[in-house]
């Protein structure tokens, strides 16, 4: 995934999210969502992003890649 020097907030982060609830795994969806109530770096919020920008469009192969960096936030 290509790096981006966009900051993006907290609200952003917890909006796109919420915009790929319905295609990330249930249990997964909910850690992050607990997660995000907390304040976490700007790097972190960033790097979330990303992983979660079209996760919908992503193949099956990639959406389990996602998943497997997304579940290290939360472990």
Known sequence: MGQCNIDHSQEEVIQK????REFLPP?????????????????TLNELFHLFKKYDLASREE?????????????
């Open 63 to 75: 959406q389990e890649d996602r998943n497997e960096k997304l579940g290290r936030f939360v472990r």
């Open 17 to 20: 999210l919420e915009s790929q």
């Open 27 to 43: 249990s997964l969806y909910e850690d992050l969502h607990v997660f995000l109530q907390s304040r976490h770096a700007q790097h």
